[in-house]
């Protein structure tokens, strides 16, 4: 009897490889180390293609709009954030794809991959405490917990690394130094 | 046609009612405290809002958008009021949507890209912090049951939605303090203190003022300001509308239906109103995208009134303070202080100046005005800095010119040469320079014609294409028969 339970059907044509793997990218360093992860496995096979996917957050639109000197500059700004990703798939040769979605972050992010049926999602996590999640919120939790495919979301950034990138908006974005709390 | 009807209205309905119900909940409060806050019974911000919203669901030019009762625009009219009385109000209210209207049938709603990033800044930050000075009077040295309940009214806001989001908090936090107030007999104002509340639809009436130049000549300026904030803020959350939704919209129109809007809410006894960023924000974030939501927000809204209008008089005041004090924090934006240390040295003062302006006269319009004068200055000085680059090589001297000649640059342009040296060979390169107007060319004749009269030899070389058709047209330094003056 246990071992009719224990009995687990295989598919036909189990998929070995993660074909299509969503970063969710927000122009933070842990998204860039998210990205990096992503490399890590969309360059394992040739079929794999990365989707850098970039929410513009419903509450952070009133701050943008107003910052930004009409459409365009707005959408370089943001062009501008997803660049660094973009650049380490350019450099590894990876195929990847840039989307923009407008929306609250964690539901518009599970919903898009579970529409698009993605075989994994990669988000980096500001490795937030518990109490520090309540206050501040967390996008990554709400995703790990909802999609419906694997996801990878410990990114571990070691004390010390440092980041050092420039954007399109004039701005350089200074040394990331990065701490796991 | 009822194609489009589908498209621009029932592609949503779930989200769109829903949302609709949202607003509305979430702008009782609002139209209330702004209508104590332009010093009119609160049942005339409450009217505003139901007639710009259902106006504006029909003839606005951007769907999803909330119009109503605002604080701009109360706080633009409080001294009209003050000083002349609300009927002086209804006839500026008409005013300033004839006004509007003309703005957006004469497209001026295209001159908002002038209007420089810092001045909006400005605009948004002096809003809230009118915004909350307007509730001192209201809840500082009263009692210290005002200060309690302004403080459990800050702390349901922004506590509760982090666990409950269906009911906005504002509207908890009304019924349940309102309930408190009544239960313990609290010492505390009520919104019945400062207006009463008529639980019926708005009439038809034509304002009572004298229909002659004196009564225009009050209520014109006063129609103007309004009509530029209006369509400021109006404009602004089109553009956060646009971005949310990814979508873009007809400011022309959106300038027309708020005029529309307007002179309908005048001839009903409302206040003028404009879009509302912040009710905007929440209608999409609830889902709304069609002009169903906004219509919906309008007629709900009313319903409400007529249904509950007895228990909005027995409201604390302090509740309603508290509203303001989190639409306040709301409104300002916080990432201006990283903005002052980025930006332009020029473009931070054009913001702290618009701010100072409004603040000292309490008036957004003029802030606005100031900060737009002085940032074009600034844009003025900038580009009439001009740099000469010389190179001395044997007996040829090059100058490079950078930046734009026109009329502000030419004496720095002309100071850079010094003309007295004799039998040199002189070219000046026009590559990165661009000459603008008649002055211009003007200075380029008489530093050519110097130098030649000291026997100098003098090429001019790489104007644009622009730059020579000007030369070519206006220049006598090529004229064999002129000479310098």
Not at chain 1, 60 to 80: F, I, P, S, Y
Request: aromatic share 8%.
């Amino acid at each position: 009897m246990i071992q009719k339970l224990l009995h687990i059907k295989h598919n036909d044509g189990v998929v070995k490889v993660y074909k299509k793997i969503l970063v969710a990218i927000d122009g933070s360093l842990h998204s860039y180390r998210a990205a990096a992860e992503a490399v890590k496995i969309a360059s394992l096979d040739k079929a794999s293609n990365v989707e850098l996917l970039y929410i513009a957050d419903f509450s952070k639109a009133k701050k943008e709009v107003l910052h930004a000197q009409g459409k365009a500059e707005l959408e370089q700004v943001r062009r501008g954030r997803i660049q660094p990703a973009e650049d380490l798939m350019k450099e590894n040769l990876i195929d990847y794809e840039v989307k923009i979605l407008h929306g609250d972050p964690g539901p518009t992010i599970v919903d898009y991959a579970n529409k698009e049926k993605f075989d994994l999602v990669v988000i980096g996590s500001r490795g937030l405490n518990g109490l520090q999640e309540m206050v501040l919120g967390s996008v990554s939790h709400k995703v790990v917990k909802r999609v419906n495919c694997p996801v990878l979301n410990k990114i571990i950034t070691r004390i010390g690394e440092l980041y050092s990138y420039s954007f399109l908006d004039h701005s350089t974005r200074d040394v990331g130094w990065s701490f796991p709390f | 046609m009822f194609e489009k009807i589908k498209t621009d209205w029932f592609f949503n309905i779930k989200g769109d009612v829903l949302a609709g119900i949202v607003v509305a909940l979430a702008l009782i409060p609002e139209a209330i405290a702004f209508s104590i806050i332009a010093g009119v019974d609160p049942m005339v911000g409450l009217y505003a809002s139901f007639t710009m919203a259902v106006i504006i669901a029909f003839a606005g030019g951007r769907p999803g958008m909330i119009s109503a009762a605002t604080g701009a625009m109360a706080l633009v009219m409080a001294p009209l009021i003050r000083d002349h009385g609300i009927e002086y109000l209804f006839a500026a209210t008409i005013l300033t949507g004839v006004i509007q209207i003309l703005f957006g049938v004469f497209k001026i709603a295209k001159l908002m890209r002038f209007i420089p990033r810092a001045v909006m800044i400005g605009f948004v930050n002096s809003l809230a912090i009118l915004i909350f000075m307007a509730q001192v009077p209201h809840f500082i040295g009263i009692n210290n049951m005002t200060y309690v309940f302004v403080a459990i009214t800050l702390l349901i806001v922004y506590v509760v939605p982090r666990f409950f989001k269906a009911i906005p908090a504002p509207l908890i936090a009304i019924v349940a303090l309102t309930s408190v107030a009544l239960y313990s007999n609290a010492d505390l104002r009520t919104v019945g203190d400062l207006g009463a509340i008529t639980q019926s639809l708005p009439t038809f009436l034509i304002p009572t003022v004298p229909f002659n130049f004196e009564t225009l000549a009050i209520i014109f300026p006063y129609a103007i300001a309004l009509a530029i904030v209006g369509l400021l803020e109006s404009l602004l959350t089109a553009s956060i509308v646009d971005d949310m939704t990814d979508t873009s919209s007809n400011k022309n129109r959106e300038a027309r239906g708020q005029g529309i809007a307007n002179v309908v809410t005048g001839f009903f006894g409302g206040m003028a109103g404009c879009a509302m960023i912040g009710q905007s924000v929440i209608n999409v974030k609830s889902g709304g995208r069609s002009r169903l939501s906004t219509l919906v927000a309008g007629v709900f809204l009313m319903f409400l009134i007529i249904v509950l209008g007895e228990l909005v008089v027995q409201i604390p005041m302090p509740v309603l303070v508290g509203i303001m004090i989190m639409v306040s924090i709301g409104t300002f934006d916080w990432s201006s202080f990283s903005y002052l240390r980025k930006a332009p040295k020029t473009d931070a003062l054009v913001m702290l100046v618009t701010v100072a302006i409004v603040v000292a006269t309490h008036d957004l319009s003029k802030g606005v005005i100031a900060g737009v004068i002085l940032s074009a200055i600034f844009f003025v000085a900038k580009i009439s800095t001009m740099k000469v680059l010389k190179q001395e090589e044997d007996n040829q001297i090059t100058f490079q010119v950078e930046g734009q000649l026109f009329f502000a640059s030419v004496d720095a342009f002309v100071d850079a040469f010094d003309i007295s040296v004799e039998k040199k060979n002189i070219v000046i390169d026009f590559t990165t320079a661009h000459v603008w107007d008649d002055s211009a060319v003007g200075a380029i004749d008489k530093v050519v014609m110097k130098y030649r009269e000291n026997h100098n030899q003098v090429t001019i070389k790489n104007l644009n294409a622009a730059s020579k058709k000007l030369v070519d047209q206006l220049a006598v330094f090529n004229d064999p028969k002129a000479s310098t003056h």
